[in-house]
């Protein structure tokens, strides 16, 4: 049964590693359940070629022989999209006709490898990474995760939904038009599209070259950073690399100053459920301290029709000209009908374009000037297959509203699972920033995807409390809340009013007894207790600048005192306790493991 079940559950880099790392699970094991999951799954679209198990399984066997600890990806299998090399695996861009066998990994790639992450295959994709459906290829509609009738999305589509589907933690997809966000947001899983050239296209079948960029699918924004982390670097193979270093992860900042389209910008094709499923998204932003900013998005409209109406459909031509020549019947005829275009362009249409486009990033840079990231949604809607197949080019188009002008604009974005809507279609937003903030757009994106609540891609699966960061090399001071100071509740206004970040949420050490107190308004207090003789009580970790720290401390009435409480994983952080003489008319609350549930249950009363 416990087995079954394993094999049903989808896990996270994370967990994967920790597992791993405490030897409870051997990276061959990983491995041999990956397969079984996409035998169980049996959906034989997803995958475009895929490595033989034996040999996956002895490669993960010889990484014992390694020093794990140096690893990030010690034994985390990946799938490929089908336009980047990876060495054993021919490369068909979804094209047969194309196919080419790769004499040696790409620079992505190759950087997972030696990370010790194990390549089990190449996925399907949009021909030529041409088209945000996930629908035109021929090697068929990989089904989507969430909902069987709803496209995929693309053109990462098989990386998408292997994700989603549990099968593999991590893949590599692309990103040119937003082929690395609209299937996150179908398939409920993080898509990270970094800055363009932190990551090198060495080895990439390009669809525009002056665009393109390789992309990220996870469960969760730390998995996507951790991967991220690991290809990002200068790659002297590839022209187009650039040196942007990739930031650390850092506490939500205070002030956070997040912009959002003008009143009746915003276009959802009349799908009221993702309009409203915006609304509730940005509702949570403020509630997590964020300020909403309006900001006009007409010219970043504007550059998003330059993609296609401009000069860069010569960039998809440049690549299958050849072929268009030889055997245009080898390419989908939609493929076919939108890249063909690209050979009627003219030298002056593209200086038109290219001058027209100098113009909007000067607006775009302007629009960053007081304002930290965009939240747009990620798709403005979701369509069926049946209803694509109908309407291939207008719908396709349709799903690129706040995606086709990223790269144009030279900016970064994390597409974020927000909500799932009650017709049980996934809903996403997308932060963006100008290029090289990832790390912002990371750090606050897992507070976000944390405080959904919702479960990881398709299998139902809970998110775990996120890790906590490393600490930071400022003078800040972290301090334990358990009750009336947490997250939406009634004194938490304390802490944003000396721009207090929260950090992260955990538990304590099960050493711990907490009683709710006859004080006005309603307060817990936390007792330490005998080791192991009390439970593990729910708390957040808040970090105050020293100035904030003393005022904080300074106005604590009594019985509430400041002293060292342990944490579950052993570290030990200032925080609020009680003085144990005023517990004898106190309720005992430790069964209720925390604050929150005690006064989520008073209120029902």
């Not at 009750?483 to 050490?509: C, D, F, P, Q, Y």
């Amino acid at each position: 049964m416990g087995a079954e079940m394993g094999a049903e559950q989808p896990e996270t880099i994370a967990a994967i590693l920790a597992a791993h790392r405490a030897g409870t699970l051997t990276p061959a094991e990983t491995v041999a359940r990956t397969y079984q999951r996409i035998r169980d799954h049996n959906d034989p679209a997803i995958f475009i070629s895929l490595r033989d198990e034996k040999d996956a399984i002895a490669e993960a066997e010889r990484l014992a022989t390694k020093d794990t600890a140096s690893l990030p990806l010690y034994g985390v299998p990946v799938a490929v999209k089908d336009n980047i090399d990876a060495l054993g695996f021919p490369t068909t861009a979804a094209c047969p006709a194309f196919s080419t066998t790769p004499t040696h990994d790409s620079t992505a790639v190759a950087r997972l490898r030696a990370a010790g992450a194990i390549i089990i295959g190449k996925t399907n994709l949009d021909q030529f990474a041409t088209g945000l459906v996930g629908v035109r290829s021929p090697y068929g509609v990989p089904k989507n995760s969430i909902r069987e009738d709803l496209i995929p999305g693309g053109s990462s589509s098989g990386s998408a939904v292997a994700v989603g589907a549990g099968l593999v933690p991590l893949s590599l997809g692309t990103d040119t038009a937003g082929s690395g966000r609209v299937p996150a947001m179908l398939n409920n899983i993080v898509g990270l599209k970094p800055s363009l050239g932190m990551v090198s296209n060495a080895g990439l079948v390009p669809a525009c070259r002056t665009l393109d960029c390789i992309s990220v699918f996870a469960l969760t924004v730390d998995d996507a950073a951790l991967a991220l982390s690991v290809m990002a670097g200068p790659d002297q193979a590839d022209p187009f690399s650039r040196d942007r270093p990739l930031g650390a992860l850092t506490p939500f900042p205070a002030g956070l100053r997040l912009g959002v389209p003008r009143n009746g910008q915003l276009i959802f094709f009349g799908d009221k459920k993702a309009e409203a499923a915006y609304a509730d998204a940005l509702k949570r932003w403020t509630a997590l301290g964020a300020t909403l900013v309006e900001f006009d998005l007409e010219p970043f409209y504007e550059t998003a029709r330059l993609l296609y109406e401009g000069p860069w459909v010569a960039e998809r031509y440049l690549v299958i000209k050849d072929l268009l020549a030889s055997a245009p019947d080898s390419i989908h005829p939609v493929t076919r009908e939108i890249t063909a275009a690209g050979a009627r362009l003219t030298a002056a249409d593209t200086f038109s374009a290219l001058y027209r486009l100098q113009g909007l990033r000067k607006i775009a840079e302007r629009t960053f000037a007081n304002i930290d990231a965009l939240v747009l949604p990620t798709a403005p809607t979701a369509y069926t297959t049946a209803q694509v197949l109908a309407n291939p080019i207008e719908l396709n188009s349709r799903l690129g509203t706040y995606t086709n002008f990223v790269n144009l604009l030279d900016l970064c974005g994390l597409a974020l699972p927000a909500s799932m809507r009650a017709d049980g279609i996934p809903f996403g937003i997308t932060l963006l920033a100008p290029a090289g903030h990832d790390a912002l757009l990371a750090s606050i994106g897992r507070v976000f995807h944390a405080d959904t609540k919702l479960s990881l891609g398709a299998k139902g699966t809970a998110q775990a409390p996120l890790s906590p960061l490393p600490p930071s090399s400022g003078d800040e001071i972290p301090i334990a809340v358990v009750g009336a100071h947490l997250s939406g509740m009634v004194l938490n206004g304390e802490l944003k009013a000396l721009n207090g970040r929260l950090i992260e949420a955990t538990r304590t050490a099960p050493d711990y007894k907490l009683y709710a107190l006859k004080t006005t308004p309603p307060k817990p207090g936390m007792l330490r207790v005998a080791a192991g003789k009390g439970a593990s009580i729910e708390l957040e970790i808040w970090s105050l600048s020293p100035s904030a720290f003393g005022k904080f401390v300074n106005a604590i009435p009594s019985p509430m005192a400041i002293g060292t409480v342990r944490l579950g994983d052993g570290r030990s952080v200032k925080g609020f306790l009680v003085e144990p003489e005023v517990l004898s008319d106190a309720r005992d609350i430790t069964a209720y493991g925390g604050w929150r549930a005690y006064m989520k249950e008073a209120a029902t009363k």
